[in-house]
T-cell receptor, first 118, second 113 residues
Framework: AQSVTQLGSHVSVSEGALVLLRCNYSSSVPPYLFWYVQYPNQGLQLLLKYTTGATLVKGINGFEAEFKKSETSFHLTKPSAHMSDAAEYFCAVRSRGGGGTSYGKLTFGQGTILTVHP | DGGITQSPKYLFRKEGQNVTLSCEQNLNHDAMYWYRQDPGQGLRLIYYSQIVNDFQKGDIAEGYSVSREKKESFPLTVTSAQKNPTAFYLC????????????FGPGTRLTVT
């Protein structure tokens, strides 16, 4: 079974500082990887995804993530934090295997709450 | 605009009552999902459906039931058998295919007292 670990349930940065949110997965075969953002009392919005090809993936709002197979990681970064980035961020994985009961299922990490200070 | 709607946004019930949460999508997606979100636990899958009239249990299906009579609709019933029903419930949908992400509704916050 695959699993996702997000290091740090809370991350705090100053406005303009680098944002780094960590995600590691456990899977025998590298899965599809996703980052979602959730603002308070709202649904989740997709930031970016890695499926195949280039390992550095760019998403919305200036975020990007790099898939590192050797480290089983998919960390999310943004060079300069903005106040509007304050939210909860979820890393998720999806099995590459087709069919069966695991088809289409996402496994989510526990989330990281990002706080941005002025 | 295409999207997923969940109603109501906030729902209050007394313990021992069944309650049904609505989820409708007009994205023409085949697959639909229900998740439960609790603080610090991420999202946990309750039920999912890949096609009309078919659905499968997720990781925490006990105390919940669903139906999928129409492609657009996937209601979730929280029964009195669910021991701790107070939570934020999220509905999602996706097209069939291995590469496609899930789109989420705005959620329903259920409080049972």
């Amino acid at each position: 079974a695959q699993s996702v670990t997000q290091l740090g349930s809370h991350v705090s940065v100053s406005e303009g500082a680098l944002v780094l949110l960590r995600c590691n997965y456990s899977s025998s075969v590298p899965p599809y990887l996703f980052w979602y953002v959730q603002y308070p009392n709202q649904g989740l919005q997709l930031l970016l995804k890695y499926t195949t090809g280039a390992t550095l993936v760019k998403g919305i709002n200036g975020f990007e993530a790099e898939f590192k197979k050797s480290e089983t990681s998919f960390h999310l970064t943004k060079p300069s934090a903005h106040m509007s980035d304050a939210a909860e961020y979820f890393c998720a994985v999806r099995s590459r295997g087709g069919g069966g009961t695991s088809y289409g299922k996402l496994t989510f990490g526990q989330g990281t709450i990002l706080t941005v200070h002025p | 605009d295409g999207g997923i709607t969940q109603s109501p946004k906030y729902l209050f019930r007394k313990e021992g009552q069944n309650v049904t949460l609505s989820c409708e999508q007009n994205l023409n997606h085949d697959a639909m999902y229900w998740y439960r979100q609790d603080p610090g636990q991420g999202l946990r899958l309750i039920y999912y459906s890949q096609i009309v009239n078919d659905f499968q249990k997720g990781d925490i299906a006990e105390g919940y039931s669903v139906s999928r009579e129409k492609k657009e609709s996937f209601p979730l019933t929280v029964t009195s058998a669910q021991k701790n029903p107070t939570a934020f419930y999220l509905c999602a949908s996706s097209r069939q295919g291995l590469l496609l992400e899930q789109y989420f509704g705005p959620g329903t916050r259920l409080t049972v007292t």
